[in-house]
Each structure stands twice: as structure tokens, then as C-alpha cells.
């Protein structure tokens, strides 16, 4: 689904590149997963649920951190999720378009529909805890070197988030060629601190037996369930492996995982264990008590950078599922600005960033603490979770078509891991946890509204809509024929656009050409130039013309319409005009909606980006003719 800063734009992955992607991958997407040492064992032990912090909690707690990386990202996401790209893309977005387009219409298709986008209105909710959660934690390693930075933690943790969404405008191409070698430097600097303290305690690698896991439940079954909701913690950002899949390729970023990134993880809890069996007390920040005190600033500097580039993983990934929401037609046209000339990928949207940023800062001054924030993290990450199990039981059984007994073991198995986390962290729901799952509710509204908004309106318009046949015989020797070319955008395949209609009507002119033009988005991210265009000649100089591009591409329409041919010659700019129809939203008698959501729609048509502004259009060229819908 999202597309990360200082990603790779190109899905040629040649081997060659195949340890510059690697890197690339561990900069960018392990950059949330990464930073879950700082707080995934300290939540275990003295979070909302505190545990004792002996030898049988310690390694049951590390049994299930272990199983839980192993099972979720190692298993769930490398070996089968990955699978599923939808052209090279990933992400809940692209994966909903690749199953809605390769099953069609069918008894799934409704279903789809609402987890795709569910998925992608919990991912806001994540969007905004991440750099909350991940750059407090890391500023609050201050007070392990000095008591004294305690009242500056608040401050210094904002400052800083303000700065990461003030430079989003800039672009992070430049920032971005510094993620990988940071990351790597930051992972082994994970390992080695945490093999520093696993030679204390040598045992401690015993943790990979799942008997650990099973004795804290026997132990205490209550406890342990309550403790999965810290454990998660762990595995925070592991559908970025999935979502950033297009950027780095499958092959380079399972690299980064197996070969990098998952040993170092596991060399550093399993450090803290280590630490903690010797020191209980160290429970209250373990990360950074791992290191001696000379090296403790370093390491709060190079855990805040971490930090920030996590965060900027997923505030460009926001800006990403938000321009493939508009382009397959879940928001209104945005205003959508491209940041780098290379990549494709690089873009900024304005209101998600000044929204984010107010609701980050609004975070970190009501929740205070990244414990208590820590409350309000993983309810969306774990409903996330589950919804892409949902979705991979669809892809094993009518997609791919898996053996049945197969493809409903593996998804039950899943869907139960999941389930326990997401049940573990809805205990968390009135400390916290309400507010992700608010946010999605929000964004979901958002979405669904639109959507449905937009098929009503479309549906209303169809049924007043002329047969285009019909209406050239009746124009083509009525009406004076003026020099040049007007092209009239149709939201519809069918039909004459009620802008044509209008100029008819009230001008009772035609140009010497005339273009009915039709963007339309596929359920693919990019397509080839060939073919993007498809010409129909309608006779008396009348064409239709159906532009495609991918729900990743930008529109340019007078850059496309330039490579378009059979339609009466080429187009010259200077002698074309775009006639663009703006509806005016009246209630009906029998409304398709809500009336509240009626009025929402409205609201959005009218601050939705014109589409002078989003298709390119030239300026001095447009004009724009009205009418009234009832919806």
C-alpha cells in the first residue's frame, strides 16, 4: 500500500543492485520494526500489566518475542504475503485492486472491498502513534545518562517531530541516500551491545524453545495473555516489508531480513533478557541500560535518528495510500506534489502532513510518556494484521488455489495468532487504544462516504445521460462548426458529458473537432505507455478517447493526449479547449445516503483539487459549465 521515502522506483531489480536494495530495505523498511527494542521489553515488564521480573517471565516473554517475529514476519509476511504482488507493488491497496481484478464480480468482492479499505483507514491510525511512540522513547533514553534531562524530554521530543514534517515539503531524496548505511550502522550496533551482554548469561539462548512460551502460560494464563499485547510490540512495522515490496523487490528485502535485520533483533532481546536476569530493576529502560555509561548519549542520538527515519517511513507511506485512495477513486482529488525529478515515488500532500503533525503533537502533549502511548499502540497494527490474514485466506483459496485443507490451515493458524494479539491489545482500548481505532473510524467514514457518494452521483447522472450515436446525427448538421479542438471530460465510458450538453444548449456551437475523453485508473500501479489509450472514431469529427494509467501514476492530460493518434491528427495545445462539468449536489426526495453523509460528500466535492489542477490542464484553456444532481 504505501510507497516510503528513499525507495527505488524501478521494479527491474537486477542482481547486481541486489546489496545496494538490501541496504536500501534496511533503511527504510525495517526502520519501525528496528526501533521496537526501545520499548517492546520495557512495556512487558513494566507497562499497564506489569510482570515479575524473574528467569520464568524473562524467558517466557523472549520465547514469545521470538515465536512472534518468526511466525508473523518471518513466515507470514517473507514466505507467503510477499507472494502476492500486484505488478511488483504491495500493500492493502494494491492488494485489494489485484483481488477485486482477478476475481471479478463475485461474493467476495463486497468483502474485499470493506478490509481493503479498513486496512488502509487503520493505517492512518498508525501513521500517526509511530513517530509519537518511536521519537519519545528514544529521547526519553535521556534520562538514563542524567536525571536532569528529565523536563527537557517533552520538548526536545516535539521540536523534533515539527522539524521531520516541516522538511517534508523538501522532499527526502537527499536525506533518504542516508537511511540505509544509518540503519545498519544502528542494527549492528543492536547486536553488539546485545552480544555484549548474552556472554554474561549464555543460557539465555535457550528462549528459542517454545516450551519457554508454554510454561509462562501454564504459569499464569491471565498474565501472559495480557503480556501479548506488549509483545506485539515487537513486530510493529512488519507491513512495511509488504508495502515498500515494489521499491526494494521481494528477494532484497527477505535478505535484509534473514540476514540482517532478524538476527540483530533477536541478539538484542535477548541482551535485555540477559541484562535483566542480572539487574530486574534495568526493566524501567532496558534498551539503553544494555550500554555502558560513556556510550549512553551516543546511543540516544543514534536510537533518535532511528527513530526519525522510522517515522519518516511511515509519513511518506501516508502520502502514498492517500494518492492511491484518490486515484482509485476512496478521496477526493488532493493536492499532490511531486518532490523529487527521479522518483516517481517521492511525493507530498500538504493536508496529510499538517494533519498528522497536529494530531503527533497533540499525542505526545496529552499521553505524555511513551508507556502510556505504548497503551494506545498496537490495536491498529494488530487490526492491520488480522484484515491481511482475512485477505490471504481469500488469495489462497480462490486466487492461487491452494489444496483446501492447506489454505484453510494456514489461515486458521494465523487468523488464531493474530486474533489472540488483537484481543490481547483491545484490553488496552480505554487506556489508550481508543484513539487509532477512532482515527479509522473517521478515515473509513471518509472513505466510504466518497466512494459510495460518487456512485450514486454517477448512477443519477447515467440515467439522464444521451446515447453519444444518438446525439451526433442530431447535432452534426444543426449547429455552426467553429475552428480548433474541444475536449469535454466524461467521468463515464457511456454517455454524452453534461458539459457538451450545456454548450450545445446555451452556445449552440461545436468545434471542427470534438473529444470525449474518459481517465480511467486500472487495478495496477503502473502500465506501459503502449496501449494507455484507446480511440473510437464516432464520425462527423466526433472521437471518444479512453486514457488508462496505474493507481500509483500521476495525469498529465495534455502530455497524454499528445501521444494519442486517430483522432483527426495531433493536438495542438494552443488551438484546444477543456470543457469541464462541475455538479452542484441537491438533496432528493428519496436520498441514496444519510443526509449527514449526503452533506459530507457535498463538503468534499467542493474542497476537492479542480481538475484543472489535477489532470494539468492549461489554465488559460478551460472552461467550466454547471449543473445541478440530485443525489
Known amino acids: 500500500m504505501t510507497d516510503r521515502a528513499g525507495g527505488v522506483a524501478s521494479h527491474g531489480h537486477s542482481q547486481e543492485k541486489l546489496p545496494l536494495l538490501a541496504l536500501g530495505a534496511l533503511g527504510v523498511v525495517f526502520g519501525d520494526i528496528g526501533t521496537s527494542p526501545l520499548y517492546a521489553l ?23 518475542v521470538f515465536w512472534t517475529m518468526t511466525l508473523i514476519v518471518t513466515v507470514k509476511y517473507v514466505f507467503i504475503i510477499m507472494r502476492a504482488d500486484n505488478h511488483g507493488e504491495g500493500g492493502s491497496m494494491a492488494l485489494l485492486a489485484m483481488i477485486s481484478r482477478k476475481l471479478g464480480e463475485s461474493r467476495w468482492t463486497p468483502t474485499i472491498a470493506i478490509l481493503g479499505v479498513l486496512a488502509a483507514a487503520l493505517f492512518y491510525g498508525d501513521a500517526i502513534i509511530t513517530p509519537a511512540v518511536s521519537v519519545l522513547s528514544a529521547v526519553e533514553g535521556l534520562e538514563t545518562v542524567n536525571d536532569g534531562f528529565a523536563p527537557f524530554v517533552l520538548p526536545i521530543a516535539i521540536i523534533i517531530l515539527i522539524g521531520l514534517f516541516v522538511i517534508q515539503k523538501h522532499g527526502t531524496a537527499r536525506v533518504g541516500a542516508l537511511f540505509g548505511p544509518v540503519m545498519a550502522a544502528y542494527f549492528l550496533v543492536l547486536a553488539a551491545l546485545g552480544i555484549l551482554n548474552i556472554l554474561r548469561h549464555p543460557g539465555i539462548v535457550a528462549i528459542v524453545n517454545p516450551m519457554w512460551a508454554v510454561h509462562f502460560f501454564a504459569l499464569d494464563a491471565k498474565l501472559a495473555f495480557l503480556a501479548l499485547g506488549s509483545v506485539v510490540l515487537a513486530v510493529t512495522g512488519a507491513e512495511a516489508l509488504y508495502a515498500d515490496m515494489g521499491h526494494f523487490g521481494r528477494k532484497a528485502i527477505s535478505i535484509a531480513w534473514l540476514y540482517a535485520a532478524f538476527p540483530c533483533l533477536l541478539l538484542n532481546y535477548m541482551g535485555q533478557g540477559a541484562l535483566l536476569l542480572d539487574l530486574p530493576e534495568a526493566a524501567e529502560n532496558p534498551f539503553f541500560l ?16 532511528a527513530t526519525v527515519i522510522a517515522s519518516q517511513a511511515v509519513i511518506s507511506g501516508a502520502f502514498s495510500v492517500t494518492q492511491q485512495a484518490v486515484q482509485l477513486g476512496f478521496l477526493p482529488r488532493l493536492k499532490i506534489a511531486h518532490t523529487s525529478a527521479s522518483a516517481q515515488g517521492q511525493i507530498y500532500v500538504p493536508l496529510v502532513n499538517w494533519a498528522l503533525l497536529f494530531l503527533v503533537v497533540l499525542l505526545v502533549l496529552g499521553f505524555q510518556s511513551s508507556s502510556n502511548l505504548a497503551a494506545a499502540y498496537g490495536i491498529a497494527v494488530t487490526g492491520t494484521m488480522v484484515i491481511t490474514t482475512c485477505m490471504m485466506g481469500v488469495l489462497t483459496f480462490s486466487v492461487w488455489r491452494w489444496n483446501r485443507l492447506l489454505a484453510g490451515a494456514v489461515t486458521g493458524l494465523f487468523l488464531a495468532v493474530d486474533g489472540a494479539y488483537f484481543l490481547s491489545n483491545a484490553t488496552k482500548i480505554p487506556d489508550g487504544g481508543w484513539f487509532p481505532l477512532l482515527v479509522a473510524a473517521v478515515v473509513f467514514l471518509v472513505l466510504t462516504t466518497w466512494s459510495t457518494g460518487r456512485k450514486i452521483m454517477n448512477f443519477y447522472l447515467m440515467e439522464g445521460a444521451m446515447e453519444v450515436e444518438l446525439f451526433v446525427r442530431s447535432v452534426s448538421g444543426s449547429l455552426k462548426r467553429v475552428p480548433g479542438t474541444a475536449i469535454f471530460l466524461n467521468s463515464r465510458i457511456e454517455g454524452v458529458p453534461p458539459a457538451l450538453l450545456h454548450n450545445v444548449k ?26 494507455r489509450s484507446e480511440v473510437t472514431d464516432l464520425g462527423e469529427g466526433f472521437y471518444r478517447v479512453v486514457l488508462r494509467h496505474g493507481f500509483m501514476e500521476e495525469v498529465d492530460i495534455p502530455a497524454a493526449m499528445k501521444a494519442v493518434e486517430g483522432c483527426g491528427g495531433p493536438i495542438a495545445i494552443s488551438q484546444t479547449s477543456y470543457f469541464l462539468s462541475r455538479q452542484t449536489l441537491i438533496p432528493s426526495e428519496k436520498p441514496g445516503m444519510a443526509i449527514w453523509r449526503e452533506k459530507l460528500f457535498a463538503w468534499m466535492m467542493r474542497n476537492a483539487v479542480t481538475p484543472m489542477d489535477f489532470f494539468k490542464l492549461p489554465t488559460n484553456r478551460v472552461v467550466e459549465l454547471g449543473s445541478q444532481v440530485e443525489i
Open 290 to 305: 544494555l550500554a555502558p555509561d560513556w556510550a549512553r548519549l551516543p546511543l540516544v542520538i543514534l536510537a533518535t535518528l
Open 506 to 531: 446555451h452556445n449552440k456551437i461545436l468545434h471542427e473537432r470534438v473529444i470525449i475523453l474518459t481517465v480511467r485508473t486500472e487495478g495496477v500501479p503502473h502500465l506501459p505507455l503502449a496501449g
Open 42 to 64: 520495557k512495556e512487558s515488564f513494566v507497562g499497564h500489566h506489569p510482570l515479575a521480573v524473574d528467569p520464568a517471565h524473562i524467558y517466557g516473554v523472549l520465547s514469545l
